[in-house]
């Protein structure tokens, strides 16, 4: 799971009760685990959440996230509604790549505006290995371990979100042609090592880059035998199987959901009711608070709340397909 600035928007609520946290250093990067004192001595099974904390902030910003998740799951257990066979919750969390105790460059946290010429390179080589939303959706996809993933706030589409930043950011590739952008793609700020990068592990790079596009917007339709014929391995390896709830603002201008709408599109009509993949009990929950901006509003931290705790109930709230809802 992971959220962006999530300590920012308590919008006056009370703050959670403390939470039990151990740190460990593992591989050489100090770990922190929240929970373990809280574990009941009748569980035989233990899941763990796993805490990506957003760009510029650090591990100890998602401390009051792992409370807030744990400490409702355990209310959940004293109740008795822990299912028949009742797992323990933990929840960990550590700096990010250049991050916290990690950092060795603040610049290149940066964005463009910020003075950082090689934002676009410098972002995506920082969440490949884990930052933030855009991250879950690469975890979920890549490590076969992982199951379930509560994005908040990522984008599955890296060179729509880049491209709207340049937009925003009138970067000189951006403006210097007749036609705004077509120079953008390719060049300085978005060379075309990094465009191989993403058609290998961005989620609508990897999924959509099979399409054979001739338009620009053949996500759209539905694809063609030949297209399904390399598309199902990708999906059946890559998602087979796996449960995503996805939160996002709808007033989030740094992250607008439009940028990730054509491939949420894309993967609701290949996994839902009659779908050409929906036979692989693969669940897509794409949920838009719209009045939320970058932020993890109450209502976002409600419905994580209840999609993780059916996921430790194995329930699912649906056996597979997909839910699309505005709250």
């Not at 962006?4 to 100090?30: D, F, Q």
């Not at 984008?155 to 000189?172: E, I, V």
Request: hydrophobic share 35%; with cysteine; charged share 25%.
């Amino acid at each position: 799971m992971a959220t962006p600035n999530p300590m920012e928007h308590t919008h006056g609520g009370s703050p959670p009760a403390a939470i039990s946290k151990k740190v460990y250093t593992i591989a050489g990067i100090l770990t922190a685990v929240y929970g373990l004192a809280e574990l009941s001595s009748q569980v035989n099974e233990v899941a763990c959440l796993w805490l990506l904390h957003p760009r510029l902030q650090t591990q100890e910003c998602m401390e009051p996230v792992a409370a807030s998740i744990i400490h409702s799951w355990n209310a959940r257990l004293q109740e008795g509604r822990g299912g028949r066979s009742p797992k323990g919750l933990i929840a960990v969390s550590f700096d990010q790549r250049n991050h916290g105790s990690r950092e060795v460059n603040k610049l290149a946290n940066e964005a463009w505006r910020a003075g950082n010429p090689t934002h676009a390179q410098d972002m995506f080589s920082i969440y490949r290995i884990s930052l933030g939303g855009h991250a879950a959706w690469h975890c979920v996809l890549h490590d076969a371990r992982i199951s379930t993933a509560v994005i908040v706030i990522g984008c599955p589409d890296y060179t729509r979100l880049m491209t709207d930043r340049a937009k925003k950011s009138k970067l000189q590739t951006w403006v210097s042609t007749e036609r705004p952008g077509a120079q953008f793609l390719g060049s300085v700020d978005f060379p075309k090592g990094l465009i191989e990068t993403i058609e290998r592990y961005d989620p609508a790079g990897l999924l959509m880059g099979e399409l054979d596009v001739v338009t620009g917007d053949d996500h759209l339709h539905e694809p063609s035998d030949e297209e399904k014929t390399r598309l199902r391995p990708l999906m059946r390896e890559h998602l087979g199987g796996k449960r995503i709830l996805c939160l996002s603002g709808g007033a989030d201008k740094l992250v607008p959901y439009q940028c990730g709408e054509p491939f949420l599109g894309f993967l609701k009509r290949a996994i839902g009711e009659g779908g050409w993949f929906s036979d692989r009990e693969t669940v897509l929950e794409d949920i838009v608070d719209i009045q939320a901006g970058h932020e993890f509003s109450p209502k976002m931290k409600e419905e994580a709340i209840r999609f993780i705790g059916e996921t430790l109930l194995g329930k699912g709230g649906m056996h597979a397909g997909t839910r699309s809802s505005k709250i």
